[in-house]
Every structure is written in C-alpha cells, then in structure tokens.
C-alpha cells in the first residue's frame, strides 16, 4: 500500500492540515502537488483510519537489519551504513543500529586522507558509543550480551586498522612531519568512550540484581583496556601513568567490586603498588596528596572487596614511602639546580676566557 514519506525526516505520519500535508515528526509542510511525489509503496501493514496514516514497519526494519548485516560481512561500508541507519530511525533505542551507522561511517573515513572528515566522524562515533548504555535494556541483557561482545572487539579492530594519512618531506626525501598522530588520538578516544560505555552497563546490572552479569561487562572493558597500544597511550593526555590509566582501572575494579571480588582486589592491589612504585624516584608534596587522595580511594574499594584487608596499617606504610619520596624529591631538585649552577659557571668561566684571550 501507498503511504507520504517525508522527504526530510523518513517518517509516515503526515496529516493534511489547512490545505497542506504536514510531517508530524519534524513539522515539514507539503503541498498537495508535493505531497504525491512522496507517495510510495510502504512494508508493513498501513493503518489510514481517521487524517492520520500510520505505518507498521516492523518488517522493513527486520530486511533493513538483514541488508546491514550482509553488507557489514562483505565489508561494504557505504551500504552498511545506509542500512542502519534506517533501522536506527525506525527503531530509536536499538545499541546495534546506534553503534554500526556510527561505525561504519567511521571506517570508510580511514580511506580517505581528509583528516579533519575524519575528526568530525569519529567524535559522532564517540558519543552513539557513550549512549550505548543509556539504550542497554538489562532485562534482555542475555539477548544482547553477543551484540556487546562484538562491538568490543570491533572498537579493538578498528584501531588496529590501517589508515591513509598525510607526510611532509624535505628536498630530499626525508620525512618531516606526519599527521598519523591525530588518528591515534582518535583511537585511544573512541577506546575511553567504550569502556566508560560498557562499566555503566555493569553498574546497572548490579543494581538490577544481576552481579553474574556485571562481570562480563568489566572482563570487556578490561579486554578493551588491555588493548591500548603505546602509541595510543601517548595521545590520551600526557599524564597516562599519573592519571589516565589509575582512573580507568579503579573504575574497573569498581565494577568487579560485589560482580568478583576476587578480580576486585587483584586490580585494586595492582594500582597500590603502581602508586608505591611512583614513591620511589622522588615525588613533589603536591602530587604526593594527589596519590594520597587515590590511594584512599583505592583501600576503601578493597577493604570492601577483602574484609581481611587492613587499612590503618597500609595507611601508615603510605605516609613513611610518601614522606621519603617527597625527600628524594627534594634531594634531586637540590641536585639538579647544583649541577645547572656548575654547567653556568663553566659556560661563564669559559666566556670570560675567551674575551680576555681575544683582548691580549
């Protein structure tokens, strides 16, 4: 059966109001003349009762989903796309539609060299991944479990994919200056935007009683967070090691806490002696609080995780390496200003020198 399909939002409910046709979805008004050029067949049963004409799509959403997922195996982007995001907009709240249009607009970009398009579509592919929970129904999270699985190691793969990207050489050949970097960046982006994505899937799920479940979800944002290369590293902030990387395990073993706590501790265990580490090559009193502040955070997690964990004693071991990293930090500025002193005073003796040499 025939049915109006505006042009400009795809929807059916188009109603005759005052002599024109109007889309009651984004408000677009017709002619009558217009309005019979968008006539077109439609899937579906058709319901024209009263001025509205109303529209099951359900089975051109379930061939849609059919095309999208035929043309994501033969690696056809274009189409991939075109597909999905029919289903998207048919289907609002479906995680597959809102990942893979996103997705495969951000592969066909990995061909091009336009750098900035790039930008542009994967910060789009960012957000539709941080709604990703947001749309997670948890009362089918058995259904949707496979879809979660894979657009993990999906996210994994495309950043682990070649892309065309833009040199700059000298007269001879040489290179200068590359633009890759920027692609990177994109990478390690997309990668945080998961992991966030998928700890808030866990959260949920133990909130709904369901802690088996919430496992999965941070054993995926684990696996994605595993995967960070060093180049990746490099691009999230310059602070990786001091910032980055504790935030997101803490958030992880956050998420094991009362899913497994014996994953739980293993991680929180894991961030307290990366912190004692940072103790030992000196440290300023300022990031010394810092790391005091994120310890707290960590005991307070594993003494939830391990009841047998004990925090007045592993407080006190924290303020004698604290004190003593905080001297060694002191003894090495000390150190350092010394020696800049002395390389001064040679450069200067030198100097001096040198003019009185050339005065004789």
Same mark, same amino acid.
């Not at 907009?89 to 951000?106: D, H, L, Q, V």
């Not at 696996?223 to 990786?240: C, G, H, R």
């Not at 990387?245 to 497994?260: E, F, H, M, T, V």
């Given at each position: ?13 188009? @109603?005759?109001?005052?002599? #024109? ?73 479906? &995680? ?18 336009? %750098?900035?398009k790039r930008e542009a579509v994967f910060t789009s592919f960012g957000k539709s991944i941080s709604i990703i929970d ?20 999906? @996210? ?18 040489? @290179?200068?200056?590359? =633009? ?9 982006? &997309? ?18 009683? =369901? ?10 944002? +684990?696996?994605? !967070?595993?995967? !960070? ?9 310059? %602070? ?34 990366? &912190? ?21 955070? @960590? ?9 047998? #964990? ?16 905080? +001297?060694?930090? +002191?003894?090495?500025?000390? &150190? ?9 005073? %040679? ?14």
């Amino acid at each position: 059966m025939k049915a109006i399909v505006c042009e400009m939002c795809t929807s059916h409910d188009v @109603v005759k109001q005052g002599g #024109f046709y109007v889309c009651q979805n984004c408000g677009t008004k017709y002619t009558v003349e217009d309005a019979r050029k968008l006539m077109v067949e439609v899937a579906g049963k058709v319901d024209v009762s009263g001025s509205t004409v109303n529209v099951d799509t359900t089975d051109a959403t379930k061939r849609s989903l059919e095309n999208a997922r035929r043309a994501m195996q033969k690696e056809d982007w274009d189409e991939t796309e075109k597909y999905y995001n029919i289903v998207e907009a048919n289907e609002p709240t479906n &995680i597959e539609a809102i990942f893979y249009s996103a997705y495969a607009k951000a592969k066909q970009t990995l061909v091009n060299d336009d %750098i900035y398009k790039r930008e542009a579509v994967f910060t789009s592919f960012g957000k539709s991944i941080s709604i990703i929970d947001d749309n997670f129904n948890v009362s089918k999270e058995a259904e949707l479990r496979p879809m979660a699985d894979k657009m993990a190691a999906d @996210v994994i793969g495309i950043c682990g994919s070649q892309f065309v990207y833009t040199v700059t050489k000298d007269g001879y050949g040489n @290179v200068k200056s590359s =633009n890759s970097g920027s692609t990177y960046k994109l990478f390690s982006s &997309i990668k945080g935007e998961l992991i966030d994505s998928l700890l808030n899937i866990a959260d949920k799920l133990k909130k709904n009683g =369901n802690a088996a479940a919430a496992e999965h979800y941070a054993d995926l944002a +684990k696996a994605v !967070f595993d995967s !960070f290369t060093s180049t990746e590293q490099l691009y999230v902030n310059s %602070i990786w090691n001091l910032e980055y990387s504790p935030n997101k395990l803490l958030a992880i073993a956050n998420a094991y806490n009362g899913a497994n706590n014996t994953k739980a501790a293993g991680l929180y265990r894991g961030l307290l002696a990366d &912190i004692n580490k940072s103790y030992k090559g000196g440290i300023s009193e300022k990031d010394a609080q810092a790391m005091k502040q994120k310890c707290n955070l @960590v005991y307070a997690g594993l003494k939830s995780a391990d009841p047998t #964990f004990d925090v007045e004693a592993e407080n006190k071991k924290l303020e004698e390496q604290m004190s003593q990293g905080v +001297k060694q930090g +002191k003894r090495s500025k000390a &150190i350092a200003l010394i020696i800049m002193l002395v390389f001064v005073f %040679i450069a200067v003796f030198v100097i001096v020198g040198v003019s009185i040499g050339s005065c004789a």
